[in-house]
């Protein structure tokens, strides 16, 4: 089947640690996207990637990094200059000339 | 220039009604405008898009009206079900270039048996 798997589901940190999230997709798309979700705020994008080895800073990129090494996975760190981490965090991709995006099922990270 | 402002933050029907979602942008040069359901704890999945040239599309029971000349489109859902009860985001973009979603903030709906 084709997708794209997000892990863990539920992610618990102390504050003052660093965290990766995970987001691995076999849909062979280009592009892929970080989005992070609050109540009544939407989507907003912190980190795209249109292909391998490149990637640019969202509207809300502060306190997070990202890494394109292969095609299919796209890691997010939520560092400790992240002042309220505490979201549900999606990952998106998309073919590069095509306008959907196709979303993970989501990690939601709390900090204690 | 790069808002999309959604409107009703909330909405509760009765089962077969027609709830309908309005979203307004102020960038001209977007040229696509997908719908995303989100059910609770799940990650959004596309419910139906459109294009800048053309008025009106329809798949099942959802219905994109779009208005050109006033920068906006709506989502009808047509003989509601209490399944539809998710919350809906509308969306810009612009297909050449980043290929970037620009957001609304959401419309939580709620359908009664």
């Known amino acids: 089947d084709g997708g794209i798997t997000q892990s863990p589901k539920y992610l618990f940190r102390k504050e003052g640690q660093n965290v990766t999230l995970s987001c691995e997709q076999n849909?062979?798309?280009?592009?892929m996207y970080w989005y992070r979700q609050d109540p009544g705020q939407g989507l907003r994008l912190i980190y795209y990637s249109q292909i391998v080895n490149d990637f640019q800073k969202g509207d809300i990129a502060e306190g997070y990094s990202v890494s394109r090494e292969k095609k299919e996975s796209f890691p997010l760190t939520v560092t400790s200059a992240q002042k309220n981490p505490t979201a549900f965090y999606l990952c998106?991709?998309?073919?590069?000339?095509?306008?959907?995006?196709?979303f993970g099922p989501g990690t939601r990270l709390t900090v204690l | 220039q790069q808002q999309v402002k959604q409107s009703p933050q909330s909405l509760i029907v009765q089962k077969g009604g027609i709830p309908i979602i309005n979203c307004a942008y102020e960038?001209?040069?977007?040229?696509?405008f997908p719908w995303y359901q989100q059910f609770p704890g799940k990650g959004p999945a596309l419910l139906i898009a459109i294009r800048p040239d053309v008025s009106e599309k329809k798949e099942g029971r959802f219905t994109i009206s779009f208005n050109k000349s006033a920068k906006q489109f709506s989502l009808h859902i047509m003989d509601s079900q209490p399944g539809d009860s998710a919350t809906y985001f509308c969306a810009a973009s612009l297909l050449q270039g980043t290929y970037k979603y620009i957001f609304g903030t959401g419309t939580r709906l709620k359908v009664l048996a």
């Open positions: 960038n001209t040069a977007f040229d696509y």
């Open positions: 849909l062979n798309h280009d592009a």
């Open positions: 998106a991709s998309s073919i590069r000339q095509a306008g959907e995006q196709f």
